[in-house]
Structures are given as structure tokens and as C-alpha cells.
């Protein structure tokens, strides 16, 4: 059976600047003091437990106001907007946005015969992503079948482990490793783009910045530039991240559909591995040998595993690299004067407008208490940080490109949860430091080249695993 959420994400396009997504938004009002939860637990009566602040000694004793312990359902969405919104066949995007308007931060609507709960309000989004990532758990049905146990989709010890070892080469020393690699990979990119102005040739910013990312990730993985074969064999990574949302839940059907493109990445990966394999062990390891040198002292890493890795890491790490790239370029194009700006407030800013990750799925296995609002086990969460970063509440004018509000001592909001592109807690983004280092070590080089002329722009965005611009991005320098 599909589930109605991805059903309903059709991947169809919106624009960007004209959907209601943007005008959305009031926060749900913080936890109340002394809030309660129940955790389900097998064969005892199910237990309350407290969460959010708790009461003072002072309250206990009730010489004050006395603290509710009171819970309520999480509000709902009417089943008439839901209907409103089924005839217009509008976008998932846009039945979110009416949620969060019309019903709050900590939000339900129906598709199906069970509640969704939509949470935007950042007090409820550290609470689901921060506090309590055992308690809202990542499923990644239809994803696992690409990446099949990678650190992405793994949960509970084999994910910590993994985690473990992948956070090491994003982190610290691992990082300053990829420096001159994804140094290399930038240049590549501008003397690529001088040619262009060179020639007066056009060439599509999309494309381009998917080329820059995709050679940035494979040089940190196996310490190689991208070669133009790998680069036409990995469109297959492409392809069935596009199909996902709409492929069948059941994995086996799921496979089958896309069987041509996995064979075709798995081809990829095993010689990588291979190739890795037959160098030995290097100066400069990519990750690639340090996923070979753990399977040395763990069993655990096979070379399914050490695949299964090599692919999430190329999934997670270049179409989000690529389509902040080309939305940056886009949106310098209608604000030509944030083009003084420092580099990595434009990349923060970009990110608020189009996190990549729009949509990050939870699924509720204990019961619950969010705000206030009672979570039943078995219910899906979805955390919307495009909401979220679209909140007049919290962002002003939130529809303005403003690059100012990410430079140094500007005024911006102070709770974790109102912005957070790169996820939140446990399951954060393994390669945030690692894209924001290749993003402005691109741009330090191609900002200086001059603004692009687009030849036609994109009519709005995309929304399907990522938000990206629904077109083509045709361009010529200056
Ligand atoms: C602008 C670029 C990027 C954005 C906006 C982004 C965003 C995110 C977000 C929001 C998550 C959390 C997903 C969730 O909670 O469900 C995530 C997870 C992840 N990202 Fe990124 N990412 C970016 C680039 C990268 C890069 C360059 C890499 C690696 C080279 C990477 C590797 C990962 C991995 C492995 C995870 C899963 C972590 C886990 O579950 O433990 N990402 N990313």
C-alpha cells in the first residue's frame, strides 16, 4: 500500500516565491510546565512521564497557581480544507503550509484514517529531533533500498557504530584531510566556467554545480577526480532518488522497478571498492580506505556494508550540495546587490529559504506528550524546517532574500529549532562542515567571476526528496 504522505508528494513543480508556504505560520505555544507523557511499555499499564519544565517545589507545595497535568490531542486540520485541497491537486507542500496557518506548530491532518502530525514550532522540533530521537524514529522504507543499511537509514547500535566512525572523517583532523580536495574540485569547477566566458558559451548552473558536487564527494570518498564514466553511471543515482517517492512501498517491487539503476551503482561501487582495495593504504586515506581498515577489526563491515556507505554518502552529499549551489545563483540573480555578501552568510541565508532536506520524517514509537499535545505510538511526524524558516513569527519578512540576517551579531532567532537545515540532535547532518567548507571554496572562487545572465529561469520549485528549482538553468557569464 503507498502511504497517502508519499503519495501525495508528487514531485510536481510550485513556485517557490508565490506559495502559501510562505506566508504560513504561527508558533504553538511552548510546552507547559509540568506536561506529561506515556510511554508504552509491553505488559505494564501504560505509564505518564513528565516532560518540558517541572514543576518548582513552590508549586508542588500549591501556595502557587496549581500546574495543569492535563494533556489534549494535537489540533486538526478540517477534513473540509483537506478535501479543498485534494480537488485543487495542489502540492503536499501547500496542504502543509494551510496546516501550520490554520491549526498551529504542533499540527494533525488526515490523508489516510490516521492522523499526521506536523510540527514546525522549534520548542516541539528539538523536542522530536533533539531530546528524543528514540522516541521518533527514522523508517526509510523506500530510501533503504539504495542505501541499504548505511549510516542513513541504519538505527539503534549498528547505527551508533557506524555514526562513529564516519563522524571522525567529517570532524576535526578528518576534514582538514579533504581541504585540498575539495580545493582541487573548486578549481576544476572555475577554470571550467572561465572557458565559458572565454568561448561566450552557456551552460545550465544546475548541472554544473550537481558536477562540482558529485567530484567533491567522490574525491573524499576514494581520494580520485570524477571520471567523465563514473559521472554518466552515477545519473543512476539520480534517477531512482527521483522515482523513490513514487515507487512501491514493498521492497521487492520497489527493486525491480529501478533494477536497471542499481545494478548500474553497485557496478560502480564494487570497483571503487576494488580499486581502494588494490592501492593499499595511503597518506591521505579517503573514506573509502577508512571503511576498508574497519572492516580489518570489525566483521561487521562487509562489503555490502562498506557499499551500502559509499552510496549514502553519495546520495546525502551532492544533490543537497547541488541544489543550494544553484538556488544561491538564482536567487543572486533577482538580488544583485547581496552580491557583497560574505559567502557563508549567502549559503546560511540560501539554506533558510530552500533547506534542501525540506522534509524530515519521523515515525512515533512510544506514546507521547509534544506541547502539551498527546503523540499516540505508531503515529507519523513529519518536521518541516521550510515551514519552520518561513515563520513571520520567527523570521521577518520571511519571504526576503536577506543575507544580512546571517552576519556576524545580527539580530536572528535564538532557539535551536527555528533553523536548523542540517537537522537537529543525534541524527544531524554527518557532512555539515564538509558542505559549508565546499560551498563557499566554490563560491570564493566564481563570485568574483562576474554576475550570470540566465537565458530562461525556472517557473518555481520542486518538491519531492529535496526542494530544487523545477528547470532548467541556462546561463552565460556576464
Ligand atoms: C547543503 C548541503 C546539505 C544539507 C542541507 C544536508 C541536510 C541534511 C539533513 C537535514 C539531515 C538530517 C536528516 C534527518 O534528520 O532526517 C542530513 C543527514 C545526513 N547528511 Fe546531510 N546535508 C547536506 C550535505 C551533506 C554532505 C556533503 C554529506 C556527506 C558528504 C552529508 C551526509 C549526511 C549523512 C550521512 C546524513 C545522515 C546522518 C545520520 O542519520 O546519522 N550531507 N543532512
Redesign the pocket.
Known sequence: MRSPIRAACRGRSAPPHRTRAGTAGRAAAPPPAGSASRSAQPGRAARWHRVGPQPTNRQQSGRTRPVSTETRPVPELAAEVVERWRAEEAELVDLLARTQRGVGGVAAFRLGPAPTVLVTDPAAVQHV?GHHPDRYV?RSHRARMLVGDG??SATGDP?KRQ?RVLQAQFTGTGMRRYERRIAEAARRTAERWEGYRRNGEAFDVGEEMRGFALDT?WR?LTGLPLDDRTDRELRSVERVVAAMPTLPTNAADARDAVAEDLARIDAVAHAAIDAARSAGPTEEPGVLRVLLDAGEQDPGYTDRLIRDELV??LV??HE??AT?LTWLFLLLDRHPEARRADPQALVSET?RLY???WL?PRHAVEDDVIAGHRIAAGTDVLVCPYLTHRNPALWPDPERFDPARFAHGADRPGQLGAYF???LGA?????TR??LRETTALLELLLPMGPLTFRSRPTGAAYSITVRPDGPTPAVLG
Do not use: H
Open positions: 529531533l527514522k549510516v542513513l547505527w555514526r564527494v573524499a549514502t554518502l546525502a552529499g543537497t550540495t543550494t539554506l533547506p534542501s532536506a524530515l537545515p542540517f537537522g541524527r544531524a547532518c554527518l557532512g564538509f558542505a
